[in-house]
């Protein structure tokens, strides 16, 4: 008998729960108190004058407590009402401003964009084409976070990334923001003065270069097209970067050969500080690409969006 009890008890207890958790009868509560009228609440509602007058009785029961006065030709709040009316007052209230915000972010342009990317597709792309978007878009804060290694965007925050094509996830929605990067082999001048130049793919094993290292720890493997088919290769390093600019400055000081995007070294190539060797071998890799988990992002996500597409 007592294990019945306390069975009952719980039972009760969940269904109170249950029901303070739903708040679409004190919503109409406050509906009647403001009209003053069932049939004109009920209107608002969308329901029939006698769902809502069981919808007030099955309140009242709950709380223990009568909040209306009815006759048949006025509705009037008690003072328990008018009590509970106060406070549905100020708390609708509130709730409606925060709709109303809301509203706000769906509809412009606002609040903060994070990204996370390599360095240099910050410096090359994201700073020269969103130049003009503070004068744009005042009200969005840019920020960019650069990571040279694979970064989870949904678990670590970002509302989007960016990776070459062919690395992005097939479950995120992207777009594309370059076009195929071209790579090239280069070294200084004094480097191929000192070790002759690089005439075939097999002669790299015997010259320093300065290697890419990935969050892996792993060397970036330097891919080229011989004959139709793809080789790829890790020549020896000396002196290994996790970043693009500080790999060309290695280069630029003769310490090894370098495998870096053609648009990374174009102003040094045209001055003669760098020489580019195995050009005919030098594949493009991907385009790369802006991506995000889904196709309903915020609008100030969509301006960036459309600034970076091409």
Same mark, same amino acid.
């Given at each position: 008998?007592?294990?019945?009890?306390?069975?009952?008890?719980?039972?009760?207890?969940?269904?109170?729960?249950?029901?303070?958790?739903?708040?679409?009868?004190?919503?109409?509560?406050?509906?009647?108190?403001?009209?003053?009228?069932?049939?004109?609440?009920?209107?608002?509602?969308?329901?029939?004058?006698?769902?809502?007058?069981?919808?007030?009785?099955?309140?009242?029961? !709950?709380?223990?407590?009568?909040?209306?006065? !009815?006759?048949?030709?006025?509705?009037?709040?008690?003072?328990?009402?008018?009590?509970?009316?106060?406070?549905?007052? /100020?708390?609708?209230?509130?709730?409606?401003?925060?709709?109303?915000?809301?509203?706000?972010?769906?509809?412009?342009?606002?609040?903060?964009?994070?990204?996370?990317?390599?360095?240099?597709?910050?410096?090359?792309?994201?700073?020269?084409?969103?130049?003009?978007?503070?004068?744009?878009?005042?009200?969005? *804060?840019?920020?960019?976070?650069?990571?040279?290694?694979?970064?989870?965007?949904?678990?670590?925050?970002?509302?989007?990334? *960016? !990776?070459?094509?062919?690395?992005?996830?097939?479950?995120?929605?992207?777009?594309?923001?370059?076009?195929?990067?071209?790579?090239?082999?280069?070294?200084?001048?004094?480097?191929? %003065?000192?070790?002759?130049?690089? /005439?075939?793919?097999?002669?790299?094993?015997?010259?320093?270069?300065?290697?890419? *290292?990935?969050?892996?720890?792993?060397?970036?493997?330097?891919?080229?097209?011989?004959?139709?088919?793809?080789?790829?290769?890790?020549?020896?390093?000396?002196?290994?970067?996790?970043?693009?600019?500080?790999?060309?400055?290695?280069?630029?000081?003769?310490?090894?050969?370098?495998?870096?995007?053609?648009?990374?070294?174009?102003?040094?190539?045209?001055?003669? %500080?760098?020489?580019?060797?195995?050009?005919?071998?030098?594949?493009?890799?991907?385009?790369?690409?802006?991506?995000?988990?889904? !196709?309903?992002?915020?609008?100030?996500?969509?301006?960036?969006?459309?600034?970076?597409?091409?």
């Amino acid at each position: 008998m007592i294990y019945y009890e306390l069975e009952v008890n719980k039972s009760n207890f969940m269904r109170q729960k249950i029901q303070k958790e739903n708040y679409n009868d004190l919503y109409a509560f406050y509906m009647v108190a403001c009209e003053k009228n069932f049939s004109k609440a009920s209107a608002k509602l969308g329901i029939s004058a006698p769902a809502l007058s069981k919808t007030i009785r099955l309140l009242e029961n !709950r709380l223990g407590l009568q909040l209306f006065n !009815r006759t048949t030709r006025t509705v009037a709040l008690t003072q328990a009402g008018e009590q509970l009316f106060a406070t549905a007052q /100020k708390s609708f209230a509130s709730i409606d401003s925060e709709l109303d915000r809301l509203a706000h972010y769906r509809d412009t342009p606002t609040g903060t964009v994070k990204i996370t990317a390599g360095l240099q597709v910050i410096i090359d792309i994201f700073i020269p084409r969103l130049a003009h978007f503070n004068h744009q878009y005042p009200e969005i *804060v840019l920020e960019f976070h650069a990571e040279n290694q694979f970064v989870d965007i949904i678990t670590q925050g970002f509302d989007a990334g *960016v !990776r070459l094509g062919d690395d992005v996830d097939e479950m995120m929605i992207a777009t594309k923001i370059s076009e195929p990067l071209k790579m090239c082999v280069v070294g200084s001048p004094a480097l191929f %003065e000192k070790h002759g130049f690089v /005439k075939a793919i097999s002669e790299l094993g015997h010259f320093p270069s300065v290697g890419y *290292v990935m969050s892996t720890g792993k060397l970036y493997e330097w891919e080229f097209s011989e004959h139709g088919e793809t080789v790829k290769i890790t020549p020896p390093a000396n002196i290994v970067c996790d970043d693009d600019n500080a790999i060309k400055t290695a280069c630029l000081h003769g310490l090894g050969l370098a495998y870096l995007p053609e648009s990374l070294v174009k102003n040094e190539l045209a001055t003669g %500080e760098l020489i580019a060797v195995l050009q005919a071998f030098c594949p493009s890799l991907p385009a790369l690409y802006l991506y995000y988990p889904h !196709r309903k992002v915020s609008p100030a996500l969509r301006a960036v969006i459309e600034c970076l597409r091409i």
